[in-house]
């Protein structure tokens, strides 16, 4: 019986900077900002937003030291939804790399300069048409998993079907979207400094065939 062979192509980074101002007083300004890098003609992704932004103080607009944690749930507005469009038939791997603490300057160390982050991630492959929908029906990971595995397409139970068609001449492999849900917990905060607080996410995105 011959064996299929596995291969993992990696494609994009998708880089999201993460910032948060705090006050001495009432008030706390956060904001994610991300950007996108996308190495193969055979995926994309499209963000939802223009310029989407994970912001917390949008979800709570008063936030001080020695207050209860912010959370932006996958239902929430404040939620930044991602198009992927890739192959058919083919599995995604989105793998995270998240810190658990925004700190103070991107530098800060002690607890005084450091806020707990946890991010949250959720997906839908039901050829959903709107983000709404894609909601809906998305799979959500708790708090705190950076890794999921999970076909472009949902397959239909039974049988799996034949592998994807080898690309060759002028085949063009037909295509799928399917969403990804970025979002997360802010907090519990503490007696921290006041100042701006710093983080990285990374996100690498690979397709694999079992061809």
Known sequence: MAIGRIYRRKFGVLIIALGGLFSSGMGYAQRINFSTWTGSDDITITPVMASPTLNFNQK???ISANSPAVTINLSDMQTVAYRIEAPEG?????????????????????????IPFRVGIAYSNLLAGDEMTAKAGAVQLPLGFYNVTFPVNRRMAGTPGPPPTPIS?????????????????????GPVNAGQYLGDITINVYFTSNE
Do not use: C, M
Not at 90 to 114: H, I, K, N, R, Y
Not at 170 to 175: E, F, Q, S, T
């Open 60 to 62: 709570q607009s008063n």
């Open 90 to 114: 083919f599995d995604l791997t989105v793998e995270v790399d998240a810190p658990t603490f925004l700190s103070l300057g991107g530098t800060g160390t002690d607890p005084a300069t450091q």
């Open 169 to 189: 001449g002028d085949y063009v492999r037909p295509k799928a979207t399917a969403w990804f849900f970025i979002h997360g917990e802010l907090g519990p905060i």
